[in-house]
Nanobody
Framework: QVQLVGSGGGLVQAGGSMRLSCAASGSIFSIDHWGWYRQAPGKQRELVAS???????NYADSVKGRFTISRDNAKNTVVLQMNSLKPEDTAVYYC????????????????WGQGTQVTVSS
């Protein structure tokens, strides 16, 4: 079994910064892909940023230049550094990991964190 635990959410003023972290534990051979998603009330869940095990990154246009995703393969953790925050960034943020528990697993399995609330005030 695998568990993802996210942390770091809270209330911040517009223009400020916040750092979200997520740690995976349990039976893990390799985390091949990390993603941070967010969902605002009444809106679809959207992919904010992603990073592969090798370090290739992708960002949503709305956060490009403001957010940075990074990972530590040895610690099975991922971080989302959020700068120049805007009220429209307010949402519940979820981390996602695509991983193999064993070396002989044929493909990846998806796991999700519990979600953490980020509120940006104007």
């Amino acid at each position: 079994q695998v568990q993802l635990v996210g942390s770091g959410g809270g209330l911040v003023q517009a223009g400020g910064s916040m750092r979200l972290s997520c740690a995976a534990s349990g039976s893990i051979f390799s985390i091949d892909h990390w993603g941070w998603y967010r969902q605002a009330p009444g809106k679809q869940r959207e992919l904010v940023a992603s990073i592969t095990r090798s370090g290739s990154t992708n960002y949503a246009d709305s956060v490009k230049g403001r957010f940075t995703i990074s990972r530590d393969n040895a610690k099975n953790t991922v971080v989302l550094q959020m700068n120049s925050l805007k009220p429209e960034d307010t949402a519940v943020y979820y981390c996602n990991a695509q991983l193999r528990s064993r070396w002989y697993d044929a493909g990846n399995t998806d796991y999700w964190g519990q979600g953490t609330q980020v509120t940006v005030s104007s």
